[in-house]
């Protein structure tokens, strides 16, 4: 039986400093379901699992924090009631800021052991006591592997190995998580490595450290990885990402590869309203790797 594509969004922007990517699930679905409707690609919308409250961004170290573990809390029991991860599903995430993937992701390996792969300009591998901005769309990462945040998201223990863990296409990482980031096991792929050593080289690298010992990898894309001549309405964009060709090169190397889920984040279309073009890029994106 094919799998049925399950679509959840989370309109939330509370990890990041900027409001509009609350708006990124509408803007995905306007370009995404057409896409899936002419494919004849089956798919259910599950609908988003929305904000509890709204959060005043009041200066801290961890930005939100309460609002955003409850919002998690709520995800989890959304995605547990409507078995979004059911064996004939192929879950896709909507976001909202980077910050909704974590319960997400969560959910994903309570059902299997997996890798992860995090295309992204940043490393958002900040903890509360290095971040420069207290930003939690920017510890995320770190908490899927057991530091920083962890524990406030009522977890003991990391969610993701970090040798399974991949971060690719970054070109903006502040210099304490760098330093973090060296200390740990995860593997980071810069851009100026996938300038030199090519897109196909990276991924098959990070295809092969994401699959060590596990059972499936998630990709996770925060449309920032792209450039913004491309991708401009995004939250943070920064200059010297990754082009529309990549994007054959993605998922020619994921062909055949045991994908578990994805999700794609941090469109924010208030940056501009007449035009969808980012949605659409993460929508042809989403559509060459389901088409796989
Ligand atoms: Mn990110």
């Not at 609350?22 to 609908?47: T, V």
């Not at 904000?51 to 809390?73: Q, R």
């Not at 995800?75 to 599903?89: G, P, R, V």
């Not at 993701?160 to 690719?168: G, Y």
């Amino acid at each position: 039986m094919p799998q049925t594509i399950a679509i959840v969004g989370m309109p939330s922007c509370m990890g990041g400093n900027r409001y509009g990517c609350e708006q990124g699930p509408r803007a995905l679905r306007h370009a995404l379901f057409p896409l899936l409707d002419k494919k004849s690609i089956p798919f259910e919308d599950y609908g988003n699992v929305t904000e509890p409250c709204v959060c005043g961004l009041k200066s801290s170290k961890a930005k939100c924090l309460a609002e955003i573990a409850s919002l998690h809390n709520q995800a989890t029991k959304f995605f547990q009631d409507n078995e979004i991860f059911k064996k004939s599903h192929f879950p896709i995430l909507l976001g909202g800021d980077h910050s909704v993937n974590y319960p997400f992701i969560r959910e994903a390996a309570r059902h299997k052991k997996i890798g992860l792969i995090w295309f992204d300009a940043h490393g958002d591998f900040n903890t509360p006591d290095i971040s420069p901005s207290g930003n939690i769309h920017g510890m995320v990462l770190a908490a899927l592997a057991g530091h920083g945040l962890t524990h406030s998201f009522g977890d003991d223990k990391a969610i993701i190995n970090e040798a399974n863990i991949c971060i690719v296409g970054t070109r903006d990482v502040d210099p304490d998580e760098s330093e973090l980031l060296k200390k740990t096991n995860v593997h980071v792929f810069s851009m100026k490595e996938i300038k030199k050593r090519g897109l196909k080289a990276v991924l098959e690298d990070a295809i092969a450290a994401a699959g060590q010992g596990t059972k499936g990898i998630h990709l996770s894309f925060d449309m920032d990885v792209f450039d913004p001549t491309i991708a401009p309405h995004v939250s943070t964009p920064v200059p010297g990402g990754l082009l529309k060709k990549d994007i054959k090169t993605i998922a020619h190397c994921f062909k055949n590869q045991n994908l578990t889920s994805l999700d794609a984040v941090e469109i924010n279309p208030s940056k501009n309203m007449d035009e969808n073009e980012t949605a659409e890029l993460a929508a042809r994106l989403l559509l060459a790797l389901i088409e796989n």
